[in-house]
């Protein structure tokens, strides 16, 4: 069973940084999406940024663009590590964040799709338990 483990979630202040990691294991595919999504309280799941790791094409929401930046490891057999970097964090940037990895068949072509669907429900991958981050103004 593939599962996402996220980590690197805090409370820091409005303009700080944090960097979340995400490591996906036993994937059944070598390359694949890989998301990260937010929940606020009292909001929907956002996507935020993903990578498609074959090619390293990425997806930012434009919230985030020129503050966030996705990044990963080279995979090796059997693990992918994503990070995200957040830079001058806002209270806006509170919530729950979740990794989560496609079910097989991701390409470069389809990242967008997968964000903008895995924003809507869960079918269309593997999720993480979450990591908190907290923004205080």
């Known amino acids: 069973q593939v599962q996402p483990v996220e980590s690197g979630g805090d409370s820091v202040q409005a303009g700080g940084s944090l960097k979340l990691s995400c490591v996906v294991r036993?994937?059944?595919?070598?390359?694949?999406?890989i998301g990260w999504f937010r929940r606020a309280p009292g909001n929907e799941r956002e996507a935020v940024v993903g990578?498609?790791?074959?090619?390293?094409?990425?997806?930012?929401?434009d919230s985030v663009k020129g503050r966030f930046t996705i990044s990963q490891d080279n995979a090796t057999n059997t693990a992918n590590t994503v990070y995200l970097q957040m830079n001058s964090l806002k209270s806006d940037d509170t919530g729950m964040y979740y990794c989560?990895?496609?079910?097989?068949?991701?390409?470069?072509?389809?990242?967008?799709?997968?964000?903008?669907?895995?924003?809507?429900?869960?079918?269309?991958?593997?999720w993480g338990q979450g990591t908190q981050v907290t923004v205080s103004s």
């Open positions: 989560a990895a496609d079910k097989g068949g991701c390409t470069a072509a389809g990242l967008k799709l997968f964000m903008i669907v895995g924003a809507r429900g869960d079918e269309v991958g593997y």
């Open positions: 990578v498609y790791t074959g090619t390293g094409s990425t997806y930012y929401a």
């Open positions: 036993e994937h059944t595919s070598t390359n694949h999406c």
